[in-house]
């Protein structure tokens, strides 16, 4: 019998990770990718000898203990990268000669939250024991929870029940709630922010989070997050698959309500027996298969959940060193002068990103730097579409502002700026298509959090959906996640044993 075929929209990490696992399993794959390069988000580019980062802070599984590593592994993405563990996770300068720092380290981390937060002993022993129970935990990954059956349910509730009361305890309480339990200033005005993450997130998810890092299983890969993505396509067309780049789909070919093929926005058809988008979910619903299969719960996701924050990224190329900057993921501090960056959003301190970890990223004696700031999605696609002019002078605008507010906080910037880039969510639209400008899909809210959405539509058939769109949190480990978990469901429904290997 010949082996199916299965055509995959999308050459994110979501749809390389399926196109691996699928032809490790005697599919057929074909992706296409709108963009000439793999990645989708999980991105770089170059610009005068200079590499900007668009992705990786940590890469979840990065420890060869989590199961996750095995995944990555089998995509060929990490075997050969040497990983950092940064020291801290976030440094926070909070004026008056005073700071904070996010260490990775659980039991600095606790003496740090504890000589802030003097009058809540109790509140941060019980944070950190809850980050010490995940530590001891092992989270399955390497089977679909799709297909999990009693057995491996009583087994995972057997061997991690500390983990399951932490998150049962934890995934109702968003941060900002957590925030206001604290009775020290520092901690009940600022927590949220020294961990940099949106406040109507779980406190379960930055516990998650810092628990990993603790176990130094949350690291970067050098090389950066292009270099991981391409790694991930040498594996996919080492196994035989075939990318198509330059190739946007258009239409999903529908015929009698089954999936049938795509076509490109240059009028050519291609077709399969299966189609997998793994590309933006709300343009595959309501443009690829114009809306005619939703129902009313899809449609609430697109209504209803939030998104992670659109963003703005600065990127510099600066000709010196930052060898005495501590070893940090980001460092926020505050600025003198305030930084307006649309007309809704104006900030009073920056995160910045200094790669002075990563001498892959800049020439030598150089130094790559990035800033990722919140912003206005209509604005930036609006200004771009109505006023290009205007467009780039305010991307200009704002990088200057950036630049000098850097030479400001560390001397020697505003005269070796080698080169600047400026990426607003319109950018992030015209490379990845992504619905919003969002990042990263939809925030794992307290009511989104560990939410199972629908991985197929109503009446379509040979149609499936996987990535950050159908997974609040959406993030690589989703991505590598869920190519693995939609080749074993195929595979079941084959009746074929699901296999995988390494290189
Ligand atoms: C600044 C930043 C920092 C981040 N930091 C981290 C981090 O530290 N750790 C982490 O785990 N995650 C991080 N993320 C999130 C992570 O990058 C994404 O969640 C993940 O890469 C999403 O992968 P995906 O394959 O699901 O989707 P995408 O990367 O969006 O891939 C979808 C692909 O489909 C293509 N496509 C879309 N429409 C079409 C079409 N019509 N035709 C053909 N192709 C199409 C796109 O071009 C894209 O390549 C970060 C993201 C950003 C931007």
């Not at 305890?169 to 922010?193: E, G, P, T, Y």
């Not at 949106?198 to 998650?208: Q, R």
């Not at 330059?246 to 189609?275: H, M, P, T, W």
Request: hydrophobic share 35%.
């Amino acid at each position: 019998m010949d082996n199916k075929k299965v055509i995959i929209i999308g050459g994110g990490i979501a749809g390389l990770s399926a196109g691996c696992y699928l032809q490790m399993n005697g599919y057929d794959t074909e992706i296409f990718e709108l963009h000439n390069i793999p990645g989708g988000l999980c991105t770089g580019w170059k610009r005068k000898g200079y590499t900007f980062d668009g992705c990786i802070h940590w890469l979840c599984g990065s420890n060869p203990k989590d199961e996750l590593y095995t995944i990555w592994e089998e995509l060929g993405a990490i075997q050969d990268k040497k990983i950092v563990n940064h020291e801290i996770y976030i440094g926070t300068d909070l004026g008056n000669g005073k700071s904070f720092s996010a260490y990775t380290d659980v039991d600095k981390l606790r003496l740090e939250l504890l000589k802030f937060g003097s009058d809540d002993k109790a509140l941060i022993e019980d944070f950190i024991d809850g980050i010490n129970i995940v530590r001891k935990s092992n989270m399955p990954v390497l089977k679909s929870p799709d297909l999990y059956n009693m057995f491996d349910g009583l087994k995972f509730l057997s061997k991690e029940l500390p983990l399951i009361r932490l998150m049962n305890k934890w995934k109702k309480v968003s941060l900002a709630d957590f925030q206001r339990k604290f009775k020290s200033s520092i901690l009940n005005q600022n927590f949220v922010q020294l961990f940099g993450m949106p406040d109507d997130m779980p406190v379960f998810a930055l516990i998650y989070t810092l628990a990993l890092l603790g176990n130094k299983d949350a690291g970067y890969p050098i090389g950066g997050s292009l270099d991981f993505a391409k790694s991930i396509e040498k594996r996919y067309t080492s196994l035989g698959g075939k990318v198509n780049y330059d190739s946007r789909v258009e239409k999903i070919i529908v015929e009698n309500n089954n999936a049938k093929g795509i076509r490109l926005n240059n009028g050519k058809e291609y077709f399969s027996d299966i189609v997998i988008s793994a590309a933006d979910g709300h343009y595959t619903i309501y443009n690829m298969l114009d809306g005619k299969y939703i129902d009313e719960e899809i449609a609430g996701y697109y209504k209803n959940f939030p998104l992670f924050s659109p963003i703005i990224q600065i990127s510099l190329g600066v000709a010196r060193e930052f060898n005495d900057i501590p070893d940090t993921i980001t460092t926020y501090f505050s600025l003198d002068e305030p930084i307006i960056i649309d007309p809704k959003n104006t900030i009073n301190t920056l995160g910045i990103k200094i790669f002075n970890y990563d001498p892959t990223l800049a020439p030598e004696g150089k130094t790559s730097i990035a800033t990722v700031i919140n912003t206005d999605y209509e604005y930036w696609v609006n200004l771009k579409k109505d006023n290009p002019q205007k467009y780039s002078e305010e991307k200009d605008r704002i990088a200057m502002s950036v630049i000098k507010a850097l030479d400001k906080k560390y001397g020697n910037i505003n005269d070796n700026v080698d080169v600047y880039d400026v990426a607003t969510p319109d950018t992030f639209v015209r490379y990845t298509n992504n619905w919003m400008g969002s990042f990263e899909g939809f925030i794992p809210t307290v009511d989104t959090f560990g939410k199972k959405l629908k991985k197929t539509l109503p009446g379509l058939d040979n149609f499936y959906m996987i990535g950050q769109w159908v997974q609040p949190g959406g993030g690589l480990p989703t991505g590598g996640m869920h190519g693995r978990y939609i080749t074993q469901l195929l595979c079941k429904k084959d009746g074929k044993e699901f296999r995988s290997t390494k290189e």
